[in-house]
């Protein structure tokens, strides 16, 4: 980065570097360090570029808290000055008001008529500007998969209208697609659908190891436990540590817990020990918990709540310790969730992670053989092996 940030050229030669920066916390201060310096130039396109820079910084690590005021303020300047925005830029403005949409269902303080006014906001802006609204159809049935209110009916009107320009990338409507289809009880279905991201031939930011992430258990529950270690294995180094991926480590949390893998899930606790300080997706870090209480919960049934895990930085935890912990705040993010939304889908979901028993009768070999597993999972490896039926998806 420059030594100076006194001229226009500057910040942006700075933003361009910080641009090339893996997603994390040193980008996301750098670019909030780089909206100040943008601020006092009299140029609006070098705050612009500025606010872009970090909308996306927090979008990518789970700051989900941030960034729908980041887009008040590009709104503002849309609305002020259009031409300091690039062609880019201006198709960015449309393309992210499905990120604030998200970004809103994330904050269970945020009320459901204010993100229910704002796809009302999208759908108008898109119709002014000439788009289909095929992505404001995708965002009201994401609205309707959370609230678990009206989702059949929400899923029909999204997927039997045309894709569009402004529209999620194949990838990622083939992820909500699935999905659908594991709710519905129908893995088969799923995988199915899945085929071309878990090939690898349909990809993005965050793709395919969302996907790997949520495929487990189904090919786990269709006895493809061959193609379930692989995704394990290659997913979870996609989002090892990365605050933006906090509920697919709970997934894989839980794929160890419910393949008799403990030892594994306790390294992956370790190696994820800062996640539990990330605070900026509570309905994410709803998912993360429930994954590590899925996990200890297993420990703790097998006898093993003295085992010492990695929790919360600051002291040290046995896993009878942390589950009550993780327990008591994923109860109250899942209640709060509920009050908003005036159903009870957050709590069910929550609820039936965690009603899962193991799905094998032994541990799935992963090819590995972890430093956590030869000290603290030998004895829960070691207890009883019952066959449990899958619960539903």
């Not at 404001?136 to 209208?161: E, F, I």
């Not at 069910?348 to 000290?375: H, I, M, N, S």
């Amino acid at each position: 980065m420059p030594d100076t940030l006194d001229t226009p050229e500057a910040v942006f030669e700075a933003l361009r570097e910080n641009h090339d920066r893996p997603h994390g916390l040193q980008r996301t201060v750098t670019a909030e360090e780089l909206v100040e310096a943008a601020e006092p130039f009299e140029k609006p396109e070098v705050l612009v570029t500025a606010l872009m820079e970090l909308m996306t910084a927090y979008e990518f690590t789970g700051e989900h808290r941030k960034a729908p005021v980041v887009f008040a303020r590009l709104l503002k300047l849309w609305e002020d000055s259009p031409g300091a925005f690039s062609e880019w830029e201006a198709d960015q403005v449309l393309w992210r008001f499905k990120w604030v949409t998200t970004s809103l269902l994330q904050v269970p303080e945020v009320p459901l008529a204010v993100i229910e006014a704002w796809t009302g906001r999208m759908r108008e802006r898109y119709e002014a500007d000439g788009h289909g609204v095929q992505p404001v159809a995708a965002m009201r049935y994401h609205v309707a998969a959370h609230t678990g209110s009206g989702v059949d009916d929400a899923y029909d009107l999204w997927a039997t209208r045309p894709r569009t320009r402004l529209s999620d990338c194949e990838a990622c409507e083939t992820r909500a697609h699935a999905l659908y289809r594991v709710r519905s009880g129908e893995d088969a279905a799923a995988l199915e659908l899945w085929e071309p991201v878990l090939a690898g031939t349909s990809s993005c930011a965050e793709e395919p190891q969302s996907s790997q992430a949520r495929a487990l258990l189904p090919l786990v529950r269709l006895g493809r436990t061959d193609e379930a270690r692989a995704h394990h294995l290659t997913g979870y180094r996609a989002v090892r540590g990365k605050t933006g991926m906090q509920q697919e480590v709970g997934l894989h949390l839980e794929f160890c817990a419910l393949t008799r893998n403990e030892g594994r899930g306790l390294e992956i606790l370790a190696e994820n020990r800062p996640l539990f300080e990330a605070s900026g997706a509570p309905l994410n870090r709803l998912g993360f918990l429930t994954g590590v209480e899925v996990l200890l919960a297993r420990l703790v049934a097998d006898g093993h709540a003295d085992t010492p895990v990695a929790g919360p930085p600051g002291r040290n935890w046995t896993a009878g310790e942390l589950l009550a912990t993780v327990r008591a705040e994923a109860e109250q993010l899942a209640g709060a969730f509920d009050a908003r939304n005036g159903t009870t889908a957050a709590g069910d979901r929550r609820r039936t992670r965690l009603e899962r028993g193991p799905l094998l009768e032994a541990p799935l070999p992963l090819g590995l053989r972890t430093a956590a597993a030869r000290t603290a999972a030998g004895a829960a490896a070691a207890a009883p092996s019952v066959a449990v039926p899958a619960a539903a998806a």
